[in-house]
């Protein structure tokens, strides 16, 4: 069938989303040695040489393991000029410690170097802090809330805000990635009783650019992480034009982890659910196999 769907003078656009998505991720990536030891062909290559640019880039995204779609699009964020820090801080501001830790290793196989050095690099000061410190994964995943030590956390945020503290970005960093997502949604509530404001007016008001941006994006990914994934995904298509790298890879990368929660929020945000926004912001083939992702991974029908 994949043969049919990538005959050599056309791709079938409907055909081949259909078969995409008619298996997981898993699954997906065990095509290639069938495809290669029957037609003597790659099948990303034959996707990349007969499909069209948006489509090609949604079905090659979903042929890679979450783990390559990361290191792709971190790399593909540091190369040439200039540095996209939006998917920086997106991935390490989301990914667990298992998913960071594979993403260090195949990092450093594909490219031979490590990740690190090329975030250090590429950025500076306290964003790069942050950065390096997120990528090391060192965040606890305890499921428990320790109170005395989040009213101690919330109490040293608090004061080293009333100072104006030299250090308050180092501060705010050990706590936002070492402690765990409950134990830091414990520390926000206690800052905001102490301080007589939220944590995310604190980063907004004391730290500026993309310091900022990082922090928040760790907040918001505590706080609620399929809220965060909305926002973004909405921003991907406000205003002119369409960030298409961002929607494919928000859109892949949440599919099969948080899509329908996703979608939820989105809708609650923006009085308009999330296929709709596709379907206005993008065409043709592209846009059916972003809507059949969103689709086949929501509770909804659209």
């Given at each position: 069938?994949l043969?049919?769907d990538?005959?050599?003078y056309?791709?079938d656009?409907?055909r ?15 095509l290639f040695?069938?495809?290669k030891?029957?037609?003597g062909?790659?099948?990303i290559s034959e996707i ?6 948006n489509?090609?880039?949604?079905m090659v ?8 779609l ?5 790399r ?11 998917i ?10 298992t ?6 290793t195949?990092y450093?196989?594909?490219?031979g170097?490590?990740?690190a050095?090329?975030?250090i690099?590429?950025?500076?000061g306290s964003f790069?802090q942050?950065l390096?410190?997120?990528?090391q994964?060192?965040?606890?995943e ?12 919330a109490?040293?945020?608090s ?6 503290a ?7 960093n050990r706590?936002l990635?070492t402690q765990?997502y ?20 604190a ?7 993309d310091?900022?941006?990082?922090f928040l994006?760790?907040v918001?990914?505590a706080?609620n992480?399929?809220?965060f ?17 961002d929607?494919?890879r928000?859109?892949?990368?949440r ?10 929020e989105f809708e ?5 659910t999330l296929?709709?926004?596709?379907r ?11 809507i059949?992702i ?9």
């Amino acid at each position: 069938m994949l043969q049919k769907d990538l005959a050599t003078y056309r791709c079938d656009e409907p055909r081949l989303t259909h078969l995409m998505l008619s298996m997981n991720n898993q699954q997906r990536r065990m095509l290639f040695v069938p495809y290669k030891n029957k037609f003597g062909k790659d099948l990303i290559s034959e996707i990349q040489r007969l499909c069209r640019r948006n489509f090609k880039n949604v079905m090659v995204a979903l042929l890679e393991s979450p783990t390559t779609l990361d290191v792709k699009q971190l790399r593909y964020s540091m190369k040439g000029l200039g540095t996209t820090e939006r998917i920086l801080i997106e991935i390490l501001a989301t990914r667990n410690n298992t998913e960071l830790a594979a993403i260090r290793t195949e990092y450093q196989k594909a490219y031979g170097h490590s990740l690190a050095s090329d975030v250090i690099g590429d950025t500076s000061g306290s964003f790069r802090q942050l950065l390096v410190s997120l990528l090391q994964g060192r965040r606890s995943e305890s499921s428990w809330v320790d109170f005395s030590s989040a009213y101690q956390e919330a109490y040293k945020l608090s004061e080293a805000c009333k100072r104006r503290a030299r250090n308050l970005d180092a501060d705010f960093n050990r706590v936002l990635v070492t402690q765990s997502y409950v134990q830091l949604r414990k520390i926000f509530e206690y800052f905001k009783e102490m301080a007589g404001y939220t944590i995310e007016q604190a980063i907004t008001k004391f730290f500026r650019r993309d310091t900022r941006r990082g922090f928040l994006a760790v907040v918001a990914s505590a706080v609620n992480k399929p809220k965060f994934f909305a926002q973004q995904l909405y921003a991907s298509m406000k205003g002119l034009g369409t960030r298409n790298n961002d929607l494919i890879r928000l859109i892949v990368s949440r599919a099969e982890i948080d899509m329908a929660a996703i979608s939820d929020e989105f809708e609650v945000a923006y009085g308009k659910t999330l296929v709709d926004y596709i379907r206005g912001d993008t065409s043709g083939g592209y846009r059916d196999a972003l809507i059949a992702i969103v689709k086949g991974n929501s509770k909804y029908r659209y």
